[in-house]
C-alpha cells in the first residue's frame, strides 16, 4: 500500500515541472506485459550514457520479467516522455558496469548482486 502511494507520488512529480526536485536518476518505465497486455508503470533510478538508459531493480519485483526479450518500453525522464526498447542484460554485461561504475547506482548494483537485475533503455531518436 505504501509502495502504491509512493510510487504515484513519484510519477506525478516526474510529470509535473517540479521533476528536476527528483534529480535525473529517476524516471517512470512503462512496459506491456507479455501475456496480458496490461501496461505497467513504476518508478526505478537510472543512470543515463548517451542514448541508452541503465536501470536496477530488485529481482522480486516482477515488471522487469517482460524485458527479457527486447520490447517497446516508454519513459518519463526530466519532464520528458520517450519511447525506446527494453531488455535485460546479462549481470557481467561489460558496457553496463562501465557505465554504473562510480555512480551511486554502481555501488547499489555491487551491494545486492543477486537479488538485482540490470536492463538496459536504447533510447529512439527524438
Given at each position: 500500500?505504501?509502495?502504491?502511494?509512493?510510487?504515484?507520488?513519484?510519477?506525478?512529480?516526474?510529470?509535473?515541472?517540479?521533476?528536476?526536485?527528483?534529480?535525473?536518476?529517476?524516471?517512470?518505465?512503462?512496459?506491456?506485459g507479455?501475456?496480458s497486455?496490461?501496461?505497467?508503470?513504476?518508478?526505478?533510478?537510472?543512470?543515463?550514457?548517451?542514448?541508452?538508459?541503465?536501470?536496477?531493480?530488485?529481482?522480486?519485483?516482477?515488471?522487469?520479467?517482460?524485458?527479457?526479450?527486447p520490447?517497446?518500453?516508454?519513459?518519463?525522464?526530466?519532464?520528458?516522455?520517450?519511447?525506446?526498447t527494453?531488455?535485460?542484460?546479462?549481470?557481467?554485461?561489460?558496457?553496463?558496469?562501465?557505465?554504473?561504475?562510480g555512480?551511486?547506482?554502481g555501488?547499489?548494483?555491487?551491494?545486492?548482486?543477486v537479488?538485482?537485475?540490470?536492463?538496459?533503455?536504447?533510447?529512439?531518436?527524438?
Amino acid at each position: 500500500m505504501l509502495r502504491s502511494i509512493g510510487n504515484r507520488l513519484v510519477r506525478g512529480l516526474l510529470a509535473s515541472p517540479l521533476h528536476g526536485l527528483l534529480g535525473a536518476g529517476i524516471l517512470v518505465i512503462t512496459v506491456t506485459g507479455r501475456r496480458s497486455g496490461k501496461r505497467y508503470s513504476t518508478p526505478v533510478q537510472c543512470v543515463a550514457r548517451g542514448n541508452s538508459l541503465f536501470i536496477l531493480s530488485h529481482r522480486a519485483r516482477t515488471w522487469w520479467r517482460n524485458l527479457r526479450q527486447p520490447a517497446p518500453v516508454e519513459v518519463l525522464h526530466r519532464g520528458r516522455h520517450l519511447r525506446g526498447t527494453g531488455r535485460v542484460l546479462a549481470s557481467d554485461d561489460t558496457d553496463a558496469l562501465e557505465a554504473l561504475r562510480g555512480t551511486m547506482l554502481g555501488k547499489v548494483a555491487e551491494r545486492r548482486g543477486v537479488d538485482s537485475v540490470l536492463l538496459r533503455v536504447d533510447l529512439e531518436a527524438a
